[in-house]
């Protein structure tokens, strides 16, 4: 039998590892959303600034 203490902690890591892995992604999803409606934004703020300028 092995130590029931370090079997728990590694069961623990396993878990903890997995949610950290699940909000990495659920994060990289969003800000590519997030990334695309910046950029958009962006283009709009440099379209006003040229036709300012013109």
């Known amino acids: 039998m092995k130590n029931p203490i370090a079997v728990g902690a590694i069961i623990a890591i ?5 949610i950290v892995f699940i909000h990495v992604v ?9 990334e695309q409606k910046r950029t958009v ?6 379209r006003s600034d040229t036709a300012i300028r013109i």
Do not use: F, H, P, T
């Not at 396993?14 to 997995?18: D, E």
């Not at 934004?41 to 440099?46: A, C, I, L």
């Open 14 to 18: 396993q878990i903890v590892s997995i």
């Open 41 to 46: 934004q962006k283009n709009d703020r440099e």
């Open 26 to 34: 659920l994060n990289m999803a969003g800000m590519d959303m997030r």
